[in-house]
């Protein structure tokens, strides 16, 4: 059974939606070309500043054969994982530190089997196709996949080597299974733990709209994966993680990280980057936080209209958080397409959903142009969402629901 609006929106979209899908592919192809244009001139594999090409890759496919090792604990922390990087990719290899949890490893270990290059060309297309495939929910046009692919997350995510697809999969496939597969919904909330930081609002909206097999299927999913990793990798990976990897990121968060902070768009990290005190920074980021439970728990305390409801959860997932990055944001591409065609947008929602999707790529130059702004076209998307979903409600538009076969 699948539960749908009693007053659905009409096929034709607003007026905008052609400028606004215009403009997204120019701001995308602008993205992908700098990006494409700056490998253009590196002296491959590395790129102009020392890395290998995927960047952040490394930790994926070096993670893989610290897995098939059997005990990846003695290189969580800093100095005995860079010193194995220097070993594998020369000793002025760029630093880089381990900050997933240790059941991250039960899905990067196949990677490990493979040369370094093959494995990123095939880890980026595998995810490129799997978050395409979540995402769209079997729903396929040309206009959707072109926005979702050139979203400019999406690129940054490829360049970076990262986890974007992977975590919107977890986050976004768990939102479209809820109503028709909930135990299939938890257990990709479950696998979200492997960035838990970006799950921090998952409890609070399944407790708010019942969803207790949703809950059941998440925590045995979380509780397995923990176990597995014990079993597999042994019971020391756990503290390894803990008194190593886990000190390591606070670090980051607290000191002068800076080619970390400018990738941040959240209030903690812009406040940061632009060298801002740190009682400054948490303070913009508990008053950011604060706003983002209070959106979350406000539109689930009853059942409101659902798109506008999921695309304000994904914005105040990245409100919430101090530590998230701009490759992370590859799921507002789903929050992009699900909003584009509705017959109620505006100007303001047009451009403020270009603006949440052009952040992945200008959190880096505003970051290095010590600005703290790059958190506020995620705030003011919450804000404008928010209103928009009390509108509908004022105007009747969700006030009941019917049930459909499925």
Not at 141 to 150: E, S, T
Not at 227 to 244: K, Q, R
Not at 390 to 405: D, H, I, K, L, Y
């Amino acid at each position: 059974m699948t539960v749908t609006a009693q007053s659905e929106l009409p096929a034709a979209p607003s007026a905008g939606v052609d400028t606004f899908f215009k403009l997204a592919l120019a701001i995308g192809i602008v993205v992908a070309g700098l990006e494409i244009g700056y490998l253009w001139f590196s002296p491959l594999p590395y790129d102009p500043v020392g890395y290998y090409v995927g960047r952040d890759f490394v930790n994926t496919w070096l993670g893989g054969q610290l897995a098939l090792t059997g005990d990846p604990a003695p290189y969580f922390g800093p100095y005995a994982y860079n010193a194995l990087l220097a070993e594998k990719f020369g000793p002025t290899y760029p630093w880089h530190i381990w900050s997933y949890p240790p059941h991250f490893l039960l899905f990067t270990w196949v990677w490990g089997l493979m040369p370094y290059m093959l494995a990123y060309v095939l880890y980026s297309l595998f995810g490129l196709i799997l978050y395409l495939a979540v995402v769209t929910d079997g729903r396929l046009r040309a206009d959707h996949l072109m926005l979702l692919i050139l979203a400019p997350a999406v690129t940054i995510n490829i360049w970076c080597g990262q986890t974007g697809f992977l975590i919107t999969v977890f986050l976004i496939g768990g939102l479209i299974q809820l109503d028709r597969r909930p135990v299939l919904a938890g257990i990709l909330f479950g696998m979200l733990s492997i960035k838990p930081q970006l799950g921090l609002l998952l409890p609070i909206m399944l407790a708010l709209t019942g969803r207790w097999r949703t809950i059941a299927a998440a925590a045995a999913t979380i509780a397995l994966l923990a176990a597995a990793a014990g079993l597999v990798f042994g019971p020391n990976v756990w503290t390894a993680y803990v008194n190593d990897a886990m000190p390591t990121q606070t670090a980051i968060m607290l000191k002068d990280f800076e080619h970390f902070m400018v990738h941040m768009p959240t209030a903690f990290m812009s406040m940061r980057s632009a060298r801002l005190p740190l009682p400054v920074a948490v303070w913009a980021q508990a008053l950011v936080s604060a706003f983002a439970l209070l959106a979350v728990v406000w539109t689930f305390r009853r059942r409101r209209e659902p798109d506008l409801s999921n695309a304000l959860l994904v914005t105040a997932t990245f409100l919430v958080t101090p530590y998230a990055f701009n490759y992370d944001m590859v799921a507002f591409g789903w929050v992009a397409i699900k909003l584009m065609d509705r017959n109620d947008n505006d100007a303001w929602d047009y451009g403020l959903l270009l603006a949440v999707l052009a952040v992945p790529f200008l959190t880096v130059p505003i970051g290095m142009a010590r600005l703290p702004i790059s958190f506020l076209p995620m705030l003011a998307l919450a804000g404008r969402l928010l209103w928009r979903i009390r509108q509908t409600e004022s105007e009747g538009g969700q006030t009941a629901f019917r049930v459909n076969p499925a």
